[in-house]
């Protein structure tokens, strides 16, 4: 009885540390990496499409992309990298935010 609660205890402990963590350290830094897009910044889409940030609306984005200014408008989840990302000044843009929301609340 012990041994399969043993077993049990390292199969589930083995998959947090596989699966679950480092899903959530992705997930945390492409949100900090999404709070940094602004207009006039190139990112690149997850279908490989180049362009430059003309508006952000909400959760949507309207790309110009190259080489004739054709806009397409994307959910801003479906940016996967950002062309000359910085992530520490990003991490400090974003804890900059979080602390001026939290003033705000009081």
């Known amino acids: 009885m012990l041994i ?15 699966l679950v963590r480092p899903e959530r350290n992705r997930a945390k830094k492409k949100a900090v990496m999404l709070n940094t ?28 992309c190259y080489p004739d200014d054709t806009m397409i408008t994307f959910n801003l989840e479906a940016v996967q990298c950002i062309e000359d990302y910085d992530e520490k000044s ?11 929301a939290r003033v705000k609340k009081r």
């Not at 889409?45 to 003309?54: M, P, Q, W």
């Not at 843009?93 to 001026?100: A, L, V, Y």
Request: no cysteine; proline share 0%; glycine share 10%.
């Open 37 to 64: 897009v602004t207009g006039g910044v190139i990112v690149y889409t997850v279908d490989g499409i180049r362009g430059k940030v003309d508006r952000l609306e909400g959760m949507d984005m309207t790309l110009s």
């Open 4 to 18: 399969s609660l043993i077993i049990i205890l390292f199969f589930v402990v083995t998959i947090y540390f596989s």
């Open 90 to 100: 990003a991490k400090a843009k974003m804890k900059e935010k979080i602390k001026n």
